[in-house]
């Protein structure tokens, strides 16, 4: 069993940066593949980055080049560095895990989640 706790959003001004974290508690955490999703008002919940334990990592084309994730094995830790925020990346951003395999975009293939983090990116 994992437990994940996703944190550090808040609100920013268009072009500035925020860094979300998601600490893992349970065994194994650095043979879970981490990832984060998002979920827009009103819209579906969509990838946006994944890290493999062995660290190759795997972006959406919204975010590629301005989003960075990495991984803490010593400290059960994923991290998601946001930077060049546009409006359109507000959201609530989740942290997922699953025990394997790899950074699969399809939620239905994550087995653990987050409670969610609020991202609001202003114009």
């Known amino acids: 069993q994992v437990q994940l706790v996703d944190f550090g959003g808040g609100l920013v001004q268009a072009g500035g940066s925020l860094r979300l974290s998601c600490a893992a508690s349970?065994?194994?955490?650095?043979?879970?593949?981490m990832g984060w999703f998002r979920q827009a008002s009103g819209k579906d919940r969509e990838f946006v980055a994944g890290?493999?334990?062995?660290?190759?990592?795997s972006y959406s084309g919204s975010v590629q080049g301005r989003f960075a994730i990495s991984r803490d094995n010593a400290k059960n830790t994923v991290y998601l560095q946001m930077n060049s925020l546009k409006p359109e990346d507000t959201a609530v951003y989740y942290c997922?895990?699953?025990?394997?395999?790899?950074?699969?975009?399809?939620?239905?293939?994550?087995?653990?989640w987050g409670r969610g983090t609020q991202v609001t990116v202003s114009s």
């Open positions: 997922a895990a699953r025990p394997g395999g790899y950074a699969d975009p399809r939620q239905d293939e994550w087995r653990y």
């Open positions: 349970g065994r194994s955490f650095s043979s879970y593949v």
């Open positions: 890290i493999r334990s062995g660290g190759i990592t």
